[in-house]
């Protein structure tokens, strides 16, 4: 019997893993109506998440980074998000028992998320994810984030297996990015942040799927 190609499954955080949607966006409307210049459609913010919280408070503000209010106006968002950090994010569908099949066939699963590890471990640790991952490295481990693919090569250490035998997934071409630089098994997904203009079948990866249900049906052809 041949043995099988993959021994871990890595996963980026926001839009891939988990949808925190419902509480970026919530932090980013009470920055419009408190320091911006009102609410603003949920569709258009959600696209921005893969951005960062900066992007955010310039869209919801329209101050610019450099202009001395920015930075507090930044930390005033992470702070608010922290408040409400795992009570409405879920993972995507499938992904709960997708982990845990792997876990089981003997594989390894882990995240590597350029979230601060502020917001990425509790917020982990809030999901009934099991076993919890093997590995979460975010930005606060490494010396340079995705596209760089330090980060997930620390992966593959904190995991024991080489790059080539790990699928990275991801909803941003950084993600992609990242992991191709690393050697791993790429794959590109439909589902996330993704922006109207862009395509994730253009990313460069080894597979693009459309749905979190076609994320799980693959992963379990592989184990």
């Known amino acids: 019997m041949t043995a099988p190609p993959f021994r871990a499954f890595v996963f980026d955080l926001d839009g ?8 970026l966006v919530a932090v980013y409307h009470r920055m419009c109506v408190e320091l911006g210049s009102g609410e603003k459609p949920f569709d258009d913010a959600r ?6 919280s900066g992007r955010l408070v310039t869209e919801a503000t329209g101050i610019e980074e450099g202009d001395p209010r920015w930075e507090p106006y930044r930390q005033t968002y992470l702070d608010w998000y922290e408040e409400i950090l795992g009570t409405s994010a ?3 569908e499938g992904l709960v028992d997708t982990v845990e099949a792997i876990a089981e066939a003997g594989f ?8 601060f590890r502020r ?5 982990m ?3 009934p994810f099991n076993p919890p991952a093997g590995s979460l490295v975010t930005p606060c481990d490494v010396e340079r984030a995705k596209p760089d693919p330090e980060a997930i090569l620390l992966a593959a250490t904190q995991l024991n297996v080489a790059p080539a035998q790990m699928v ?6 950084r993600d992609i990015q ?3 630089a690393a050697g791993c098994f790429t794959v590109a997904v439909g589902y996330g942040y993704i922006e109207d203009h862009d395509d994730p079948r253009a990313w460069g990866a080894n597979l693009y799927v459309n749905t979190p249900s076609d994320l799980c049906t693959w992963i379990r052809n592989q184990i």
């Open 125 to 127: 640790a809030a999901m």
């Open 90 to 92: 879920t993972p995507y």
């Open 16 to 23: 891939t893993l988990i949808d925190t949607a419902s509480e």
């Open 47 to 52: 696209k921005l998440i893969s951005y960062g």
């Open 108 to 115: 390894f699963w882990g995240v590597v998320t350029n979230k």
């Open 119 to 123: 917001f990425a471990e509790p917020l």
């Open 178 to 180: 990242a992991g191709n």
């Open 168 to 173: 990275y997934v991801g909803d941003h071409l």
